[in-house]
């Protein structure tokens, strides 16, 4: 198997494809990547964007080309000495009539084969919240109506063009009084036992082929369909009863991925599940096509651990696997998971430690930013635990109020719903991992300080929270009721968290765009080189083997942008006055509702800098230019504003206003206004010039530091992107040059980038293959007057090195368009040579400059013609 040296992240559909994919092998072979990291390739639903609505899992997406097309694409990569690693997705399923398991569950409830494969409450019926209003609005309305679903050749109810499949036992009550053909269906129907939906169908089929039987059936559910009282007794008949999506909310018997409804979750700890759901994944696996998984939402499973354990026990240990997981600050992987690290989020924060300014200066800091912050996630919290996952939380707490009531009644479940709410609210991770097997020091620690500050918060419910928190230990005698109440705490805690801090408070945080990412801490503040350094000690020892990522399908900026962005914590006071000055020079296209004004301010501040992060680095020309700029911020804007939740959401949009906020954001990009853009314009020109060279230093320490590069489609280039869909959009590869050129500058910054990364990983792959896969990691010291502006590390083993030197808070010290630093912020500053090693010749692999031994490097040389350096022994 291809030794893992970096990784190629592709994002299929959207016009990508297995033989689109093919076309790129020599591509990224040119780059040194190592392996394709593809997204999930199996069947999903029908015009998916992203393929993790999976429909079947045992079927390579015809869409994509196939089982052929994707062994036609392994050959061609095994060809070239490269492996791939497949998406997968064990936590959820689409809830799509096209998935035949849940199709099958529909039409036969609880007694389909397929029924344990979801995660459903059947103490009521399955609810189907799919509906634009309530079934009774849409009935009245004449949107529901008999049919006959002749794909399936089965009876169903007609909503919207989708087929919900008929209980058969309700078909003898449809079919009464029709013709002999049509009674023979009912009678099979009604003694047909769930096996034998497949006969019934084949029944349905074989009487239907006589003409004159189909027409008169038409006739009778045309006729049926008149009768709307009859349509609600038929509807109240079935497993299932369809509702408003908006009643999802409140009531839903399924647990669904975070709050789409259309996800429903699998039951992948059952072995029977697990099987059913991986057998294609492995099969590839076993017969050496895949070398690698990524488990996506690891965090959704009702027991993780276990469930790596029997992955790893299938796929053997040769086989690299990655998990999706968010890391919180001082978080780490449990040590139990056999895996090879997390897919690196967490990665993006520690860039952020390198490339934030962490002087008091930056505001940053300050203890009444951090309470504020603190105040607003517990607020966001508390409205996603409110509000979006009401249904949730009732589910709980009715288990909760069994479990704190000897007779196992559900009295008291809203003071249970309460300490519920709380203890979600006061944890600081996406989730505990207490299982059967008991709980581990950590989680012990973390239940006993969510206990304190839920008790704090809601002193009345006491009682329930010191209930919830012992069914969580394990401390109460029923074992199953506490077991399942304990797995569904966990499960909903990280969609919690990740709903109302990525997807609500980062929404609403204007003052620094770059922190609101994945991966990062609401409430992190800069610890500059120093703090980088001690990350990437704890990454070496920890996770060395770990995805590195900087840009991917769900970060809410490109890579370029995020870099583009840490410039303002070097020039807060500028940034602020240029922002009041536009606010001026732009209030008079400020719409004034009855709501309040559009955009607000914080919501202007929000738009100005993530027109920044955007903004091209050559001068926009001419109207197609800039119309394409409007509707990619126009539509980012109405997504950003309905995350916020503030005044307007996705389940109650407020029209009116995103339509003002966008149409202030077209008057600010019309090229009538030249008077804001060509202010706009230069004031961004220093942050983008020094956005470069952050971008620059950032690619670098991804391809030289503890960790696996993962290089997201395009980003080997200039990324810009926005949060998705925009970050999906189709990318064109470019050659990559043979050599810098003598002067860079901002036009040939793509270049230099892929440049760098093709040199760093091929580097990787031939003579630094042990070094930067196995070496240690050595933080290096500058001294001198601009020490603060650069850091520097050794990988080293015990015969080789090699030493990254990144430039970092270089605002204002760019040299005009090149893409270099002015010598003078290098005066007198050194690197310090580590003990203990003797100095030696050494080659910049990007420049080809020697660069003689010496105890005191100094930096002006070492960054004298290009932006970043990689130093080996000659």
């Not at 008790?455 to 209930?467: G, H, L, N, R, W």
Request: glycine residues 6%.
């Amino acid at each position: 198997m291809q030794p893992l040296k970096a990784t190629y992240r592709l994002q299929f559909r959207n016009g990508m494809d297995f033989a689109k994919a093919a076309e790129l092998v020599p591509h990224l072979v040119r780059l040194g990547i190592s392996h394709l990291y593809a997204s999930p390739i199996f069947s999903a639903v029908r015009g998916s964007t992203h393929g993790y609505d999976v429909v079947d899992f045992n079927e390579i997406d015809p869409v994509l080309g196939g089982r052929e097309g994707f062994l036609r694409l392994v050959s061609q990569l095994k060809a070239e000495g490269l492996g791939i690693i497949l998406d997968i997705v064990p936590n959820h399923m689409a809830a799509s009539l096209e998935n035949t398991w849940w199709h099958s569950v529909i039409e036969s409830g609880r007694s389909s084969a397929f029924a344990g494969h979801f995660d459903i409450d059947w103490l009521e019926p399955l609810t189907l919240p799919f509906l634009g209003q309530s079934f009774e609005e849409e009935l009245a309305a004449g949107n529901v109506r008999l049919a006959l679903d002749r794909n399936r050749n089965c009876l169903a109810l007609e909503y919207d063009d989708a087929l919900y499949p008929l209980n058969p036992a309700t078909y003898p009550l449809i079919l009464k009084d029709a013709n002999p053909a049509l009674e023979g269906i009912a009678a099979v129907a009604g003694a047909a036992e769930p096996k034998d939906t497949a006969d019934l169908h084949s029944e349905v089929s074989s009487v239907l082929e006589t003409p004159q039987v189909a027409a008169e059936l038409d006739e009778l559910l045309e006729r049926l369909s008149a009768d709307k009282p009859y349509l609600l007794q038929l509807h109240q008949m079935q497993h299932w009863r369809l509702t408003s999506w908006k009643s999802a909310r409140h009531q839903l018997s399924y647990r669904r991925f975070f709050e789409i409804a259309g996800l429903i979750g699998m039951r992948v700890e059952h072995p029977s599940v697990f099987a059913d759901t991986h057998r294609l994944a492995l099969d590839l696996v076993r017969h050496g096509l895949v070398g690698g998984l990524r488990v996506d939402h690891i965090d959704g499973l009702a027991d993780p651990e276990a469930y790596l354990h029997r992955l790893r026990q299938h796929v053997g240990n040769s086989t690299y696997l990655v998990v999706e997981k968010i890391l919180e600050e001082n978080e780490t992987l449990p040590q139990e998971w056999p895996v090879e690290g997390s897919t690196g989020y967490e990665f993006i924060s520690v860039l952020a430690e390198l490339l934030t300014n962490e002087h008091p200066s930056s505001g940053l800091l300050s203890g009444t930013r951090r309470s504020a912050v603190k105040k607003a996630v517990l607020e966001c919290k508390l409205q996603v635990l409110g509000h979006n996952f009401s249904a949730e939380v009732m589910r709980l707490a009715r288990l909760a109020a069994r479990l704190g009531n000897n007779d196992g009644s559900q009295h008291g479940t809203d003071g249970c719903a309460e300490a519920i709410r709380q203890l979600m609210a006061a944890l600081h991770v996406y989730r505990t991992y207490v299982s059967d097997r008991g709980a581990t020091e950590r989680d012990n620690r973390i239940l006993d300080e969510i206990e304190l500050k839920a008790v704090a918060a809601a002193p009345t419910a006491e009682t329930e929270i010191a209930t919830a928190i012992a069914a969580l230990k394990g401390g109460l005698a029923n074992r199953e009721l506490q077991s399942e109440f304990r797995t569904r705490f966990q499960q909903l805690s990280g969609a919690v968290m990740a709903k109302a801090v990525e997807d609500t408070f980062f929404y609403r945080r204007a003052d620094y765009l770059a922190a609101n990412e994945v991966g990062a801490a609401p409430s992190w503040r800069p610890g500059g080189v120093d703090r980088f350094h001690e990350l990437m000690r704890d990454r070496a020892r920890e996770m060395p083997n770990g995805l590195s990522a900087t840009s991917t399908h769900d970060t809410k900026r490109g890579e370029d942008a995020r870099a583009r962005l840490y410039t303002i914590s070097e020039a807060p006071d500028a940034w602020a006055t240029s922002v009041a000055h536009w606010h001026d020079m732009n209030a008079e296209r400020i719409r004034h509702l009855q709501s309040g004004d559009a955009p607000e301010a914080s919501v202007e501040q929000f738009l100005y800098q993530s027109l920044l992060g955007i903004w091209p680095i050559e001068p926009l020309l001419n109207e197609q230019e800039f119309s394409a700029l409007r509707e990619r911020i126009g539509g980012f804007a109405v997504k950003a504003l309905r995350e916020a939740k503030l005044r307007t959401t996705w389940e109650c949009p407020d029209e009116d206003y995103e339509r003002a906020v966008t149409a202030f954001l077209s008057d600010l990009l019309d090229l009538r206004n030249r008077t804001f853009l060509e202010s706009f314009g230069n004031t961004a020109r220093p942050f983008i010039q020094a956005g470069l060279i952050n971008s620059l230093s950032q690619t670098l320490v991804k391809l030289t530091a503890p960790g696996i590069p993962d290089i997201y489609q395009g980003s080997e280039r200039l990324n810009l992107s926005l949060v998705d869909p925009d970050n999906r959009r189709q990318f064109s590869p470019r050659p990559s040059p043979s050599t810098l050129p003598r002067t860079p500058t901002t036009s040939d910054f793509e270049d230099c980038k892929q440049l760098l990364i093709g040199t760093c990983l091929n580097y990787r792959r031939n003579r630094g293959a042990d070094l930067l896969t196995k070496g240690g990691y050595l933080p290096l010291h500058l001294r001198g007057p601009g020490s603060r502006h650069a850091a520097a590390f050794m990988r080293h083993t015990e015969n080789d090195f090699a030493i990254t030197v990144v430039p970092r808070l270089v605002f204002r010290h760019t040299d005009g368009h090149r893409l270099s630093i002015l010598p003078g912020l290098w005066q007198d500053t050194y690197l310090a040579w580590p003990d203990g090693r003797e100095p030696t010749l050494l080659r910049n692999l990007f420049t080809g400059d020697i660069v003689e031994p010496q105890r005191h490097l100094p930096i002006a040389d070492v960054l004298r013609d290009f932006a970043v350096a990689f130093l080996v022994p000659e």
